[in-house]
């Protein structure tokens, strides 16, 4: 049980350049999440998917497009990659536990764009 | 618009001692708090959580205090140890799954 997986975990980029963020999750979660955190921050959310099949404007969505390619994986897509956009980002899924919300987030892709 | 805000950057504390971490809030629609801690290189991990209806949730050496009307919580980490070292996210939701996170604390337990 892996739980959360992203790949890769790093990656340099240069300005116009375009790649794709890997998540897989194996808990069979329904929603899956994409963050970026940057410093003083904290975490944004940027796109996510409540279900299969269906996808979700977080905050800070401009620049990104996402894939819920089935339920276990869900990628991020940069299609012309901007400075502003150097971050970690992690991906996340969510359970039910209790009667509250809990994510579980994959260990991160850290993104440098030059 | 920073709805949820983490005040302190850091906080330091010696190790045995209470840590005391807050946060507030400007949604009164948020409805279910948690707290997140964070090692370098790594994912953010649930620490707990309150719902709304309570004022107070522990698990082990962490409690979560909720005050409603000052939309304030905080967490509460006794004894502190050096594990604990970390930076302490809390975070708040109003629908399914959907979170809005702190800047984060960077707490320091020293030996």
């Known amino acids: 049980n892996a739980g959360v997986t992203q790949t890769p975990k790093f990656q340099v980029l240069k300005t116009g350049q375009s790649m794709t963020l890997q998540c897989a999750q194996d808990?069979?979660?329904?929603?899956m999440y994409w963050y970026r955190q940057d410093p003083g921050m904290g975490l944004r959310l940027i796109y996510y998917?409540?279900?299969?099949?269906?996808?979700d404007k977080g905050e800070v969505p401009n620049g990104y497009n996402v894939s819920r390619l089935n339920k276990r994986e869900f990628s991020l897509r940069l299609e012309s990659a901007a400075p502003s956009q150097t971050s970690v980002y992690f991906c996340?899924?969510?359970?039910?536990?209790?009667?509250?919300?809990?994510?579980?987030f994959g260990p991160g892709t850290r993104l440098t764009v030059l | 618009d920073q709805q949820v805000k983490q005040n302190s950057p850091s906080l330091s504390v010696q190790e045995g001692r209470i840590s005391i971490l807050n946060c507030d809030y400007t949604?009164?629609?948020?409805?279910?708090f948690l707290w997140y801690k964070k090692y370098p290189a790594e994912g953010p991990t649930f620490l707990i959580s309150?719902?709304?209806?309570?004022d107070k949730n522990e698990d082990g050496r962490f409690t979560v205090f909720l005050n409603k009307s000052a939309k304030h919580l905080s967490l509460h980490i006794v004894p502190s140890q050096p594990g604990d070292s970390a930076v302490y996210f809390c975070?708040?939701?109003?629908?399914?799954?959907?979170?809005?996170f702190g800047q984060g604390t960077i707490l320091t337990v020293h030996p």
């Open positions: 996340a899924s969510y359970r039910l536990a209790g009667g509250g919300d809990t994510q579980y």
């Open positions: 808990m069979n979660h329904n929603s």
């Open positions: 998917s409540a279900s299969e099949g269906t996808t």
């Open positions: 949604n009164s629609m948020f409805d279910y």
């Open positions: 309150i719902s709304s209806i309570k």
């Open positions: 975070a708040a939701s109003t629908s399914y799954g959907k979170l809005t």
